[in-house]
């Protein structure tokens, strides 16, 4: 099929509409209106289930229904909807229920701005709600790849019975892209779901969705097998793309938007002689660490750059383990870091003159 | 043996787990109404029940029809999660005070708004029994809780909420009415209103909540029997029984 020329969000809803979504749930917040705005309009009409909920809480409480009932489910939101759903995503990883939720990160903290950021980083990374758990998290740098990514999501999320998010910014929900909604996507080996609790008890025992575990060592177990797939996660999902690595004296580390201003930096950077990979997660839980053991003979240095004052840094250098200095550069507030402030940053750290 | 007949038994709709609940506490009542109900009606398979959070959390064990557990306040949206994709199952949830009144009255609340069609039974004790008696919305005024040791003072500590009063006012809400078990010719009365309920919604006739007067003997610090009496002689006459609103009969 031919590129259609789509806003993000609305590219996005789409998306999840071509992997059979049954129902979205969500509650209205810049910028992401787009998405529910536009599945309140086809979703009826592909006679599927749309609703407005009256607060964050109660969509992700809806949401966390309708996957314990079998169904393809998806709410979107932006930062601080996202923190009100944390009470939602941990019942639903606890539940080991499938849900996609995407992010349209915006700047904080408090109600913080509207512009892009990353500073989410960590309330995605680290499970955010209660208890251990972990969400598996992707974070497209183009609609392209958004619309991929979403399309194989709720795979993913049946795959290992557990939350997927979806982590963009202001930047990808609010651009034009020519996409194409019909490009092969990776599918999954996936078992009916016969511990629904879909109210179809006739020919078999009662299903019962839960995540509360009174005895310890029946918790203890259920955590552990929780870890069991994290670790799988981490042992067979990492998802990262190496660019320009060959003979490069230094690399980037970015994701999302970033990484898709740091390939232009790398450019400027050629034009000057200056050999610069980058490394782009894809997925940033699991964070993708077997990256950092490909990183060439060549690489001296390491700049790390996010849309937040430094968060995925902590992870970089957790795995980069003192082998190579660690440096940083962010833009926050909704402001975009330019091609050309990263390429400075480069041929600061290169010339030696980093502070 | 062979002129032994069956008087009495126990509801299919309940399972073999022993109760949770402690002696004299009228929720293992409401829980035999709701299987029986759902069982006369033969609705039971096709029904999921969401359990909240609070004495009755581990429900999900106690009914033999499917179950799924919801977060302190959030069964309405779960339910209402579920219903939107299972038009023909049978929803109801099973909220305490605390659960439905204080945390999760914005759920319930919406829930009604949009006209869904599930069943909440509403259980009012009074008190928060799971996290050892502290003061709910629906404490009685001057009555001593773990949080309100001097009496719940309604200058600081406000007046009880009456939940069916308020949900009857909600234009989406098709049928609400307050009910109580605390001797038999209530507990038919209350089972009809529960059937009554689970009609409306197999008939895709709308939201129906139903609020039982409860007791919790153990932190209202009294007997079985003496927290029955006082329930009859304190709680009924705060909260009036009756239908507050059933649109299939024309009472708004
Ligand atoms: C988010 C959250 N806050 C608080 C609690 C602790 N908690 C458990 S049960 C309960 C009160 C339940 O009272 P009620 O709904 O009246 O039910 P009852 O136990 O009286 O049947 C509370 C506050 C919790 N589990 N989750
Ligand atoms: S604490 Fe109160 S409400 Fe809870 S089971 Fe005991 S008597 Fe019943």
């Given amino acids: ?355 | 043996m062979s002129n032994v007949k069956t008087v009495y038994k126990k509801s299919e709709g309940l399972s073999d787990f022993h109760l949770s609940y402690c002696p004299g506490c009228t929720h293992g009542v409401i829980h035999k109404l709701v299987a029986e109900s759902l069982v006369e009606l033969d609705l039971l398979d096709r029904t999921i029940g969401i359990s909240s959070v609070g004495c009755s959390a581990l429900n999900y064990d106690f009914f033999s029809c499917d179950m799924q557990q919801a977060a302190h306040g959030r069964a309405p949206a779960v339910a209402t999660g579920i219903k939107r994709v299972k038009k023909d199952a049978i929803i109801f949830t099973y909220q305490g005070d605390g659960d439905l009144a204080s945390i999760g009255i914005a759920e319930a609340i919406h829930a009604a708004a949009r006209g869904e069609n599930i069943t909440i039974v509403f259980v009012n004790n009074a008190i928060y029994g799971m996290t050892g008696g502290q003061m709910a919305p629906t404490t009685l005024p001057g009555q001593i809780t773990t949080t309100s040791q001097n009496g719940r003072d309604p200058e600081t500590q406000g007046l009880p909420l009456k939940i069916s009063e308020l949900m009857a006012t909600i234009p989406g809400a098709t049928y609400v009415e307050r009910v109580s078990v605390h001797d038999p010719k209530h507990v038919f009365k209350a089972k009809k209103a529960l059937k009554k309920a689970f009609e409306i919604q197999r008939d895709k006739k709308g939201f129906s909540l139903i609020e039982f007067i409860s007791t919790c003997p153990v932190n209202w610090g009294m007997t079985p029997k003496g927290a029955v009496d006082w329930a009859v002689d304190n709680l009924i006459p705060y909260y009036p029984l009756g239908v507050y609103k059933d649109k299939t009969e024309g009472i708004e």
């Avoid at chain 1, 529910?36 to 409480?61: C, D, T, W």
């Avoid at chain 1, 969400?135 to 795979?155: H, N, T």
């Avoid at chain 1, 918790?219 to 990492?238: I, P, V």
């Fill in chain 1, 1 to 355: 099929m031919a590129k259609v020329l789509m806003k993000g969000n609305e590219a996005m809803a789409l998306a999840a509409i071509k992997a059979g979504l049954d129902a979205f749930y969500g509650y209205p917040i810049t910028p992401q209106n787009e998405l529910p705005e536009y599945l309140s309009k086809q979703m009826p009409l592909h006679g599927r289930a749309f609703v407005q909920a009256e607060s964050e809480v109660a969509a992700i409480n809806m949401v966390y229904g309708a996957a314990g009932a079998g169904a393809r489910v998806m709410t979107s939101s932006s930062s601080p909807g996202i923190a009100l759903k944390q009470e939602g995503l941990t019942y639903i990883a606890g539940a080991e229920l499938p849900a996609v939720i995407i992010n349209v990160m915006r700047g904080g903290p408090g109600l913080g701005g509207i512009q892009p950021s990353q500073a989410d980083y960590k309330q995605i990374t680290r499970g955010g709600g209660n208890g251990d758990y972990y969400l598996y998290s992707l974070a497209p740098e183009s609609l392209q790849e958004a619309v991929d990514l979403i399309k194989e999501s709720f795979d993913i999320a049946d795959y290992f019975r557990n939350p997927v998010m979806i982590a963009v910014d202001g930047l990808i929900g609010q651009m034009m892209e020519p996409v194409d909604f019909e490009r092969e996507v990776p599918k999954w080996d996936l078992k009916p779901k016969t511990w629904a609790a879909d109210g179809n008890r006739k020919n078999r025992k009662k299903n019962i969705i839960n995540s509360l575990y009174l005895d310890p060592n029946d918790l203890e177990n259920h955590n552990l097998k929780l870890k069991a797939k994290y670790d799988e996660m981490r042992d067979k999902h990492q998802r990262y793309e190496m660019i320009n690595m060959e003979n490069a004296e230094i690399v980037i580390v970015a994701f999302g938007s970033t990484s898709r201003i740091s390939r232009t930096a790398i450019e400027l950077l050629k034009e000057e002689g200056i050999n610069c990979g980058i490394i782009r997660p894809i997925t940033i839980y699991p964070f993708p660490q077997n990256a950092f053991n490909e990183i060439p003979e060549s690489v001296k240095n390491i700049l790390v750059v996010e849309m937040n004052l430094g968060q995925m840094v902590d992870d970089v250098k957790l795995h980069v383990q003192g082998r190579l200095p660690v440096h940083f550069y962010g833009r926050v507030g909704g402001i975009v870091p330019e091609a050309e402030e990263i390429s400075d940053q480069v041929k600061k750290i290169v010339g030696g003159t980093y502070e």
